[in-house]
């Protein structure tokens, strides 16, 4: 368990190197995305094996959590190395995303009228999100 510290500890560092570096220059190196990417990855791998021990929907909301964060972070690593309007956009809608798919498996522990409640409501806050991600594109 120690180790699994230390590896997220030494992940989180590279990619907030990654990203102060990044905000030194107009975009990332091609080593710093490569560093951010592995980071990425990494962390993911750890998230993922954490949620292994766990059952039921925990486990579900647990894997929902990590794929979210790797996407986010895949995207905005992108938006980093390349920043381009099109590539924010895409960050914002990983963003919206996720956070739909976390809520859905959020909603699944609720049942009858107070789940369907539930999922109304995350797709209206992904809805939201997605076309705030579009007005701020144009």
Do not use: W
Not at 49 to 59: F, L, Q
Not at 108 to 126: F, G, M, Y
Request: hydrophobic residues 40%; aromatic residues 6%; glycine residues 6%.
């Amino acid at each position: 368990m120690k180790e699994l510290n230390i590896n997220l500890t030494v992940a989180a560092l590279t990619l907030g190197l990654a990203f102060s570096i990044g905000a030194l220059a107009e975009g990332l190196s091609k080593e710093s995305y490569k560093l951010g990417k592995d980071a990425i990855s990494a962390e993911y791998k750890a998230a993922k094996g954490a949620c292994a021990s766990m059952s039921g929907n925990y486990k579900d909301v647990c894997l929902a959590q990590a794929e979210g964060k790797k996407k986010v972070g895949l995207a905005e690593l992108e938006a980093s190395y390349q920043p381009t309007a099109k590539n924010h956009y895409e960050a914002r809608i990983a963003k919206a995303e996720a956070d739909y798919a976390l809520a859905k498996e959020e909603c699944d522990v609720k049942t009858d009228d107070a789940k369907d409640a539930c999922l109304k409501e995350a797709k209206a806050v992904e809805t939201a999100a997605k076309a705030d991600a579009k007005a701020a594109m144009k």
